[in-house]
């Protein structure tokens, strides 16, 4: 069993930037981790994921570029760096675990999540 416990997350305004991190405590023994978020009244979506085994990231074409992921090994964290954020980023942001393979962009190859963290940007 995993448990994740995201943090990080407020508002801010058109262009800033925000730090989300989250730590996974518990037999983590992940393939990759992740993050997704889901705006009011739309479905979950991918944001990006980090491999354990290399370090190679994956990103939504919505948020490359502006977006971050990278993890720290040692406290089995995995942290967003979102800089430049749009009134379109603002929704709840989930941190996930994937603990075998699959598609990296597919909400179904996860197995565990956290509570998510609110983010909002306004103009």
């Known amino acids: 069993q995993v448990q994740l416990e995201e943090s990080g997350g407020g508002q801010v305004q058109t262009g800033g930037s925000l730090r989300l991190s989250c730590a996974a405590n518990?037999?983590?023994?992940?393939?990759?981790l992740g993050w997704f978020r889901q705006a009011p009244g739309k479905v979950r979506d991918f944001v990006a994921a980090?491999?354990?085994?290399?370090?190679?990231?994956y990103y939504a074409a919505s948020v490359k570029g502006r977006f971050t992921i990278s993890s720290d090994t040692a406290k089995n964290t995995v942290y967003l760096q979102m800089n430049n954020l749009k009134a379109e980023d603002t929704a709840v942001y989930y941190c996930?675990?994937?603990?075998?393979?699959?598609?990296?962009?597919?909400?179904?190859?996860?197995?565990?999540w956290g509570q998510g963290t609110q983010v909002t940007v306004s103009s």
């Open positions: 518990g037999h983590t023994s992940a393939f990759a």
């Open positions: 996930t675990v994937k603990v075998k393979g699959g598609s990296y962009w597919y909400i179904g190859s996860y197995d565990y």
């Open positions: 980090i491999s354990r085994s290399d370090d190679s990231t």
